[in-house]
């Protein structure tokens, strides 16, 4: 075995496992799957599979999930730079598709760096609803942010905020809300060696402290009716089946969902639940049998069993509607409960200066009737489609939110929708954003470049490129000179700007091929 495990986790998983042991033990032997996640905003399945540079195999659980061989290095091509896929481990995929995501639904993704599942949320919406995703770590925020840009995401919210902020600001608001909960990371031993040695330090204990509070927490978000998934990677019934019997015994009007076999995934193992009676860390309350039987009908992605990691998961769904409570609070009033912290809670919700400085809110610009009348005349010149969202300015750059200003108040913003642009010195410059996620069809001048003759791949690594006149497709009769849409096979990768037979590359530095 190359992977060295704790020998206090071997000792219990034997205790819990008992027969099942060695052969859960063996698979850490065998190799790491990978995955790949079909961006549907950008793609449809047919498409993509007539496309594909890859040999594919359906993933049980992920209509849009397929395992790729590993050494193909799918991160190496340009449909990934033009965010065509995710690449996602296997068993990642499941939380998102058992949250049964309908276009339209207000979904939180409460846990989301490095945004996997809040980009395959995005790609269940369809450029509907309204996205919001968040990661406590400001530094997490940034690859989150980056993803929900790179695949094409129109309808989203991106915050670095406390879950009890967010509940303020959010009451009953969200149809679904997804819960990838900090935990131990048991599960994914097999994949990354290093989460077996800081396995102490990520202690069960203080993962269970969080996760309580999460879970009761998103319970104030959810709108009357509506569906909490929660998973994690790890193995600890303490995080698991004990997390979800305490959450039913706090919250009787809440009740598990049972998760389909048909995929592979296991029941949960209510038996755990007497097993843990008595140790610390074990629920303090005898559990009914009802919620016993409730808690098998949680799912265990077991790596013995299917071809992924170990995730554990739960969908938990409110029984009826609550008494004078509307289908969705509105905005940021605090709920009622909460309402004598109000001045405490006024002073301590005040944008920091790195969350105003993310949003670009310190930066001296244009007014915000110059700065909208920029991008409208950008718009107009460059753009074939009515673009949905509310324009939102923070100095000189304009957003496209899917909420109105007034909901995020207070809270640190990291991006407040689809970031469209900047104005500087009276002009606008689109954003990578904006080219990222427009289909050719909506823009006025295109250049397609082929992943066969190595231009798309000298596009992506920044370079300037010779382009006849004649190459670059326009509508309405507009002249070739200007902002140009490049796509590679027809899906946009980012903006040029050709001029005189030359491609000037705007394609950002951070994001080149390397």
Known sequence: MTVQLPSVFLDRMQELLGDEFEVFLSSYDDPKHAGIRVNTLKINLDSFLKLSPF???????????????????????PYYHAGLYYIQEPSAMAPAELLNVSEGDRVLDLCAAPGGKSTQIAALLNGTGTLVTNDIHAERTKALAKNIELYGVRNAVVLNESPERIARAFPHYFDKILIDAPCSGEGMFRKDEDMARQWERHSIEKCTVMQRDILNTAAAMLAPGGRIVYSTCTFAPEENEAMIAEFLLGNPDFEVVPVPRDTGISPGRPEWLDWLSGKNGGIKASVPEEIKAQIAGCGRLWPHQVEGEGHFVAVLEQKSEQAGLPAHSAGPELIASERDGRLRDRAAARPSQRSRQAAGADKKGPGERETLDSWRAFAVEHLRAELSGTPLTFGGNVYLSPVAKEQLDGLKVVRPGWYVGTVKNG????????????????AAR???LSVDDGEAVRYLKGETLEIEPSRVHTRDGVNPKGYVLVTVDGYSLGWGKWQNGLLKNEYPAGWRWT
């Open 446 to 448: 295109t250049l397609d």
């Open 427 to 442: 002009r606008f410059t689109p954003g990578h954003p904006l080219a990222t996620a427009l289909a050719p069809s909506e």
């Open 55 to 77: 040999a594919l195999r359906p993933i049980p659980w992920c209509k849009a999930g397929f395992y790729v061989d590993e050494r193909v290095k799918p991160g190496k091509h």
